[in-house]
C-alpha cells in the first residue's frame, strides 16, 4: 500500500481553491486520464512502474482536496483503498470466495462477486454483489461506455448490514476501468441518491488533465450521503 499512503501524505497539497492546480503523482508513476465529474469530484487514472502489470491507481479529488486513493487490478478487484473522510484503508482478503472480474462481465453480461477486506480501523466487511451490463452503450464527451446495473451489500464482521445500494454505472473495454453513474444507497431506513456520472474526460496534453480543481456540480454543503459514496462500489 505504498503508494497509497503516499498519495494520503500529499492530500494536503491538493485543495481545490487554495492549493497547487495540478495533482503531483507520486515518482515512477504516469497518468493517463482525468474524468471531471458532475459531483464536484475529479479523478485521476494513472499506473506506477512499481506494480504488478494490469494494476491501475487512482486518485479522487473534491474542494476539501483528496478524499479517495486506490488500486486495482486488471479484473478491477478494489485491492487497496484510502478513504481521507473517514480515515480508514482496506486492503482485500487473499483468497475471496468469489473474485470480481471485468472479464467476466464483459464476457457473459454479468458478474457476481462475494470478498471481504480487511482494514485495521473499521475491521472486516464483507462486500456480496453483481454487475450486468444492459446492453446499451452511453457516448459522454466523445467516449464510447457501456452501461451496467449494480446491486451490492456490505456486512460488518457479525453479519449484519452496513449499506445497500443499487443503481447504473458505465465500463471502459479498453481502459478496464468502471466509472459512477446513479445509484441510490440505503442505510438503515434511510436512502441516498447520488448521481456521480463523468461529465469531461481529460487525457495527457490536454488542458485540465492532472487538474486538482473539480469543475461540476461544487458548492454544496457536505452531507452523510457524500460519505457513505465513499465506500460504495466506485470508490472501493
Known amino acids: 500500500m505504498k503508494y497509497v499512503f503516499a498519495l494520503v501524505f500529499m492530500a494536503g497539497a491538493a485543495h481545490a481553491q487554495d492549493g497547487p492546480s495540478t495533482f503531483g503523482l507520486p515518482q515512477g508513476c504516469d497518468a493517463f486520464?482525468?474524468?471531471?465529474?458532475?459531483?464536484?469530484?475529479?479523478?485521476?487514472?494513472?499506473?506506477?512502474?512499481?506494480?504488478?502489470?494490469?494494476?491501475?491507481?487512482?486518485?479522487?479529488?473534491?474542494?476539501?482536496?483528496?478524499?479517495?486513493?486506490?488500486?486495482?487490478?486488471?479484473?478491477?478487484?478494489?485491492?487497496?483503498?484510502?478513504?481521507?473522510?473517514?480515515?480508514?484503508?482496506?486492503?482485500?482478503?487473499?483468497?475471496?470466495?468469489?473474485?470480481?472480474?471485468?472479464s467476466d462481465l464483459i464476457a457473459k453480461g454479468v458478474d457476481d462477486y462475494d470478498f471481504?477486506?480487511?482494514s485495521d480501523q473499521i475491521g472486516t466487511t464483507r462486500y456480496v454483489g453483481q454487475d450486468t451490463l444492459t446492453g446499451r452503450q452511453i457516448v459522454i464527451d466523445g467516449v464510447?461506455?457501456?452501461?451496467?446495473?449494480?446491486?451490492?451489500?456490505?456486512?460488518?464482521?457479525?453479519?449484519?448490514?452496513?449499506?445497500?445500494?443499487?443503481?447504473?454505472?458505465?465500463?471502459?473495454?479498453?481502459?478496464?476501468?468502471?466509472?459512477?453513474?446513479t445509484g441510490v444507497t440505503r442505510v438503515g431506513t434511510e436512502s441516498f441518491d447520488s448521481d456521480d456520472g463523468p461529465v469531461e474526460f481529460i487525457f495527457p496534453g490536454e488542458s485540465g488533465f492532472l487538474s486538482a480543481r473539480p469543475k461540476y456540480g461544487c458548492g454544496v454543503a457536505i452531507s452523510q450521503s457524500d460519505i457513505l459514496k465513499e465506500n460504495t462500489h466506485d470508490n472501493l
Not at 491501475?56 to 486506490?70: K, P
Not at 457501456?146 to 443503481?167: F, L, Q
Request: overall charge negative.
Open 33 to 102: 486520464l482525468t474524468v471531471q465529474s458532475k459531483s464536484c469530484q475529479v479523478d485521476h487514472h494513472f499506473v506506477c512502474e512499481a506494480d504488478p502489470e494490469g494494476h491501475q491507481r487512482r486518485v479522487g479529488i473534491t474542494e476539501e482536496g483528496l478524499v479517495y486513493a486506490g488500486e486495482i487490478d486488471r479484473e478491477t478487484q478494489w485491492l487497496n483503498s484510502f478513504h481521507a473522510r473517514t480515515g480508514h484503508a482496506e486492503t482485500l482478503e487473499p483468497n475471496p470466495v468469489e473474485r470480481a472480474s471485468l
Open 116 to 118: 471481504r477486506t480487511l
Open 144 to 181: 464510447t461506455l457501456d452501461e451496467t446495473t449494480y446491486d451490492i451489500t456490505a456486512y460488518d464482521e457479525s453479519g449484519n448490514e452496513i449499506w445497500a445500494a443499487k443503481g447504473n454505472e458505465f465500463i471502459h473495454r479498453d481502459w478496464r476501468i468502471f466509472l459512477s453513474g
